[in-house]
């Protein structure tokens, strides 16, 4: 079936450093959705990648999807404590998302 | 607007016995599905219910089901509970085909003893 992965699944950084976190898959994605889950609560979505080579970006986090649409990218500068939280990847359908097992940060102040 | 209402928040359970949880979507939202997340399997599909149909169902056993009702909201059901259900249960809504943002309920969390 089909399969994001993700990588890494944990990343431990300074308060400033710069973070990112990647999705690949061995087929073609129909778009990809960046969701970002705080410790205890759920999934919130930041945004979705359709076109090729398409980059986005919402303040310090810029996310990037591959020219073949098989991987993207999402990086934040300059970490802050209210990055904090695991940050997932997922293929839309029309019906469900498929989820990547997520990249979980944290930032110490 | 209200965002996606889940209830309960949380259940313990005994193996054996069988669950229901609810969702109420955004308003205008015909679209639920449902997840299950875990530490170990992460965030899966369990199936999605758009004007009262199932359209996809996930790779989890039939002790897993769910249904939708005329005012989109939706129950899922588990039976004969299992020490592994233990989990979050997500509760996921859009406004309608194809999926260009889902917004999640809360969770409901599930301890099965």
């Known amino acids: 079936g089909q399969q994001v992965m993700q990588i890494p699944q944990y990343q431990h950084v300074q308060e400033g450093e710069d973070f990112t976190t990647y999705c690949n898959s061995s087929?073609?994605?129909?778009?990809i959705q960046w969701y970002k889950q705080r410790p205890g609560g759920h999934p919130v979505f930041l945004i979705q990648?359709?076109?090729?080579?398409e980059v986005k970006k919402q303040k310090r986090l810029t996310f990037q999807f591959g020219e073949a649409k098989k991987n993207s990218s999402l990086h934040i500068t300059a970490t802050q404590t209210t990055d904090v939280g695991t940050y997932f990847c997922?293929?839309?359908?029309?019906?469900?998302?498929?989820f990547g097992k997520g990249t979980k940060l944290t930032v110490n102040p | 607007k209200a965002g996606v209402t889940q209830t309960p928040r949380y259940l313990i359970k005994t193996r054996g016995q069988q669950v229901t949880l609810s969702c109420s979507p955004i308003?205008?939202?015909?679209?639920v599905s449902w997840y299950q997340q875990t530490p170990g399997q992460g965030l899966q599909f369990l199936f999605e219910?758009?004007?009262?149909?199932?359209?996809n169902k996930g790779n989890f056993p039939g002790r897993f089901s769910g249904r939708q009702f005329s005012n989109s909201r939706s129950e899922m059901n588990v039976s004969t509970l299992e020490l592994g259900d233990s989990a979050l249960y997500l509760c996921?809504?859009?406004?309608?085909?194809?999926?260009?943002?889902?917004?999640f309920g809360q969770g409901t969390r599930l301890t099965v003893v």
């Open positions: 308003s205008g939202h015909r679209s």
């Open positions: 219910y758009f004007s009262e149909t199932q359209r």
């Open positions: 996921a809504s859009s406004s309608a085909p194809p999926l260009t943002e889902a917004f």
């Open positions: 990648l359709v076109k090729s080579g």
């Open positions: 997922a293929e839309g359908g029309s019906e469900k998302l498929v």
């Open positions: 087929t073609t994605l129909s778009n």
